[in-house]
């Protein structure tokens, strides 16, 4: 195991029991997923992709601990947020975690969805991160598989941002409603006066 691993895998480990270590949350987008909703990047992943739209998302060091059950209620609190996606860095790193979100956020009624650079195959093997299954359990929405580069999509008509990924709709109800673009980008602005953009040209992009 190389040192990189190592260390992601060590600050994994510290992070607490019922808590995330997420990059960043926004309320309302409409880019991330079918309908208004909320999501959620984490922090951590090993791949590394060339191009990667979120490559300040890559270190597993310790950015922003939330509780499982204070990021449910925030998703919760907003009228507006009909799902949630999960997103990254990468989701599966915090299966368990994110499963007992998602728990939350389906007994009120919200569906889930998760990005992943991982295949679906990969997450039902037996070299799955701890609690994939668990996770994908409660999901409604999975695509899955790396982000390539030479395979990129620009297309208005693409829920994915390369032809390598694909989209699993688990839940029959949302079947009709992969309505996003992987080439739509969505600007937020908080009271603060930061912003957020985020989508496939946009990236996630936390700014003054």
């Known amino acids: ?14 992070i607490p029991a019922g808590y ?5 949350y926004v309320d309302e987008s409409e880019v991330n997923g079918p309908g208004c909703r909320a999501v959620v990047w984490v922090q951590g992943c090993l791949r590394e992709c060339p191009g990667c739209f979120n490559t300040e998302s890559w270190s597993f060091e ?16 907003n009228p507006r947020n009909q799902g949630v996606t999960f997103s990254g860095g990468e989701p599966f790193w915090q299966a368990a975690a994110l499963a007992s979100v ?12 998760s990005f992943t ?7 039902q093997s037996e070299y799955a991160p701890a609690g994939s299954q668990e996770l994908l359990d409660q999901l409604d929405i999975l695509i899955d598989g790396p982000y390539i580069q030479s395979l990129a ?16 709709v688990f839940n029959p109800a949302l079947q009709d409603r992969i309505s ?23 990236k996630l992009e936390l700014g003054d």
């Open 62 to 77: 310790m950015n922003q601990l939330v509780t499982i059950d204070h990021l449910a209620e925030k998703i919760l609190t």
């Open 20 to 24: 995330l270590n997420i990059m960043g």
């Open 117 to 123: 650079g991982f295949t679906l195959e990969q997450l």
């Open 1 to 14: 195991m190389t040192q990189n691993k190592t260390d992601s895998y060590m600050s994994l480990m510290q």
């Open 153 to 168: 999509l620009n297309s208005p008509d693409s829920p994915v941002s390369s032809s390598n990924q694909r989209v699993h």
């Open 180 to 202: 996003w673009a992987s080439d739509q980008i969505e600007i937020h602005i908080f009271k603060d006066g930061s912003r957020l953009v985020t989508g496939y040209r946009g």
């Open 102 to 113: 998602a728990r939350k956020v389906k007994a009120a009624g919200l569906n889930v969805m």
